[in-house]
């Protein structure tokens, strides 16, 4: 083999583990169904580590289900899931456990225990996964994660049903923040929220993502969510990812859904609002409409 041919697989072999190595999820050819109801088919997906991804389709086009099946709790019928490298379908072992303890989810609706306070929600997962963990220890651990949220430490004893949208959200995601995940799995969770509530959490997203490092999975259809702090956004639609890019990347594409999503009225407006919060100013649509 010539030397030159030499460097060329050696750098193709580098570039690999670099590409490896900068991949926090990797979903390759997945297909879901539910009896005749195809959900996804040859779905690919790369989110890479330290970025906020957001994912957004039409209700119904699978973004719950494709969450599932990244954290084990939808088996596929068909292709691969590698998390931090690790291949994680149909695994049990001691691995793939290590690998689900790096990771915080924060279901559609919040899910918390409603029997349970605060805390105790919080407490959930470090005791399932720390169980020799002393009470003090553990106590300390939720209220810290508590407070990381932004939510009061009197939050602690309260239940569910005593607290704000807003609060509830928080304290899910108190509790996705329980074990020091590297990565962070967010199902609409601005959905229900006011502006004013949805842009700090938002702002508190963005925050813990810069000062912990995380790599954050975004489920949401709140355009100024995905205007504001994500870094990707990748679009589900027909069962596949169509598009995944920077929201100007998504623009230059002419595929139909995604130029109504993001150039309608509303898309319009949170590009507006997102050019005046950074102080620019922004391209005035050219129908008028803000
Ligand atoms: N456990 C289930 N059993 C049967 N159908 C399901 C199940 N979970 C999801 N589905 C169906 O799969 C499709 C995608 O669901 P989902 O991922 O929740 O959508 P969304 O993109 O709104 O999050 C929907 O049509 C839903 O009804
Ligand atoms: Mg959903």
Redesign the pocket.
């Known amino acids: 083999m010539a030397p030159e041919e030499e460097i060329a697989i050696e750098e193709a072999r580098v570039d690999e583990a670099v590409e490896r190595d900068s991949i926090a999820i990797s979903v390759r050819g997945l297909k879901n169904s539910?009896g005749d109801?195809v959900?996804h088919q040859g779905l690919d997906l790369d989110v890479r580590k330290g970025e906020i991804l957001g994912v957004v389709?039409g209700?119904?086009?699978?973004?719950?289900?494709?969450m599932r099946s990244i954290i084990g709790l939808q088996t596929p019928d068909e292709g691969e899931v590698h998390v931090f490298g690790e291949s994680m379908i149909g695994r049990l072992d001691d691995e793939a456990l290590a690998i689900r303890k790096r990771w915080g989810v924060l279901f559609q609706g919040g899910a918390l225990f409603s029997t349970l306070t605060v805390a105790e929600n919080v407490e959930v997962p470090i005791r399932e996964y720390y169980p020799n963990i002393g009470a003090q220890l553990r106590d300390e651990i939720a209220a810290y994660k508590i407070r990381m949220t932004g939510l009061p430490a009197e939050a602690g004893p309260k239940y569910p049903a005593e607290l704000s949208g807003g609060m509830k959200k928080r304290a899910g995601l108190a509790r996705a923040l329980a074990l020091d995940p590297d990565l962070l799995f967010l199902d609409e969770p601005t959905a229900g929220l006011d502006p004013i509530g949805a842009a700090s959490f938002d702002e508190q997203t963005r925050k813990l993502q810069q000062t912990l490092g995380l790599t954050v999975f975004l489920?949401t259809h709140d355009l100024d969510t995905l205007f504001s702090i994500c870094d990707r956004v990748a679009v589900?639609a027909d069962g596949k990812v169509i598009a995944v890019g920077t929201i100007d990347e998504l623009l230059a594409t002419d595929h139909p859904w995604i130029q109504e999503y993001f150039n309608g009225p509303r898309g319009r407006a949170a590009t507006a609002a997102v050019a005046r919060e950074s102080g620019k100013r922004a391209d005035p649509p050219s129908d008028g409409r803000q």
Request: aromatic share 8%; hydrophobic share 45%.
């Open positions: 539910f109801q959900v389709g209700s119904g086009t699978g973004k719950s289900v494709l489920i589900l």
